[in-house]
């Protein structure tokens, strides 16, 4: 059974850093690409990073040089270090994996992350 679950979310001020971590069990993690995606309250869940199993990155405009996407296929991870955070960047953060060959896709429960005075 495929399961990615999510950590790292919370509470920070902003101009804070949080390091959004997701652990893959049940799959062939190394075959997988990976993203983030977010949900803001009222609004539609949006794409907000990438990382291939080649390791080549893509990001959405709002986020390019704050975040950064990565993996670590031997321990199953990706993670999203989250620096220069805004308001705007509160939202429900999901991790989700797709098999480059067949196409399957599987996601995380989410997790929230609110940047606040």
């Not at 993690?29 to 949900?39: E, T």
């Not at 893509?58 to 321990?75: L, Q």
Request: proline share 3%; net charge positive.
């Amino acid at each position: 059974q495929v399961q990615l679950v999510e950590s790292g979310g919370g509470l920070v001020q902003p101009g804070g850093s949080l390091r959004l971590s997701c652990a893959a069990s049940g799959m062939a993690f190394s075959i997988y690409d990976m993203g983030w995606y977010r949900q803001a309250p009222g609004n539609q869940r949006e794409w907000v990073a990438r990382i291939t199993r080649e390791a080549a990155t893509n990001y959405t405009d709002s986020v390019k040089g704050r975040f950064t996407i990565s993996r670590d296929n031997a321990k199953k991870m990706v993670f999203l270090q989250m620096n220069s955070l805004k308001p705007e960047d509160t939202a429900v953060y999901y991790c989700k994996g797709r098999h480059r060959f067949y196409g399957n896709e599987y996601w995380g429960q989410g997790i929230q992350v609110t940047v606040s005075s």
